[in-house]
T-cell receptor
Framework: LAKTTQPISMDSYEGQEVNITCSHN???????ITWYQQFPSQGPRFIIQ???TKVTNEVASLFIPADRKSSTLSLPRVSLSDTAVYYC????????????FGAGTTVTVRA | DSGVTQTPKHLITATGQRVTLRCSPR?????VYWYQQSLDQGLQFLIQ???????AKGNILERFSAQQFPDLHSELNLSSLELGDSALYFC??????????????FGPGTRLTVT
């Protein structure tokens, strides 16, 4: 499985855009990139998944460069309720049970 | 609401005891995963079942066991409990996809406190 590296923490203010970059230099051809969000004492929640280029849904965008060695989760106009831990996972269906959620990135949004 | 249910929400028990945690997956999901999350160790994968069969084991202790029943609900059994087993236990379910990663839907968790 590709090892992922993401910042431990990030601070932001309400209304700003937050970009979290995840490095995955050893990503395999079949691997997908998935992001989860976790609030304290709750289970992680799926945010977005992509394979290449750009994916956008109602809550976030995921940017993946051509070499796929990194990816950036973009949260537009964050609010206080976006304060959470964000996890980057890389893998495919054959090894999803080996995925490690790691420490994630703690995003703190301030008023 | 993810559609995954877990019972009980809270459990307080003594060292040496045995407990059973229950999980009902989302309708239609065949895969069930169990995770343990403690303050100092993050989210640790324990075990996965797919359509009643054990598919993979992670960092699951021998004192722990699990099963998935024909109706697809799953139980995690924790025995000879120790203080260090105090944690949040999450169950997740997913549809199995070919190729891409399955989206895992997590339940609300069971908070186990061992005293």
């Amino acid at each position: 499985l590709a090892k992922t590296t993401q910042p431990i923490s990030m601070d932001s203010y309400e209304g700003q855009e937050v970009n979290i970059t995840c490095s995955h230099n050893n990503i395999a051809t079949n691997d997908y990139i998935t992001w989860y969000q976790q609030f304290p004492s709750q289970g992680p929640r799926f945010i977005i998944q992509g394979y290449k280029t750009k994916v956008t849904n109602e809550v976030a965008s995921l940017f993946i460069p051509a070499d796929r060695k990194s990816s950036t989760l973009s949260l537009p106009r964050v609010s206080l309720s976006d304060t959470a831990v964000y996890y980057c996972l890389v893998g495919d269906s054959s090894n999803d049970y080996k995925l490690s959620f790691g420490a994630g990135t703690t995003v703190t949004v301030r008023a | 609401d993810s559609g995954v249910t877990q019972t009980p929400k809270h459990l307080i028990t003594a060292t040496g005891q045995r407990v059973t945690l229950r999980c009902s997956p989302r309708s239609g999901d065949l895969s069930v995963y169990w995770y343990q999350q403690s303050l100092d160790q993050g989210l640790q994968f324990l075990i996965q079942y797919y359509n009643g069969e054990e598919r993979a084991k992670g960092n699951i202790l021998e004192r722990f066991s699990a099963q998935q029943f024909p109706d697809l609900h799953s139980e995690l059994n924790l025995s000879s409990l120790e203080l260090g087993d105090s944690a949040l236990y999450f169950c997740a379910s997913s549809v199995a996809y070919q190729g891409r990663l399955s989206e895992q839907y997590f339940g609300p968790g069971t908070r186990l406190t061992v005293t």
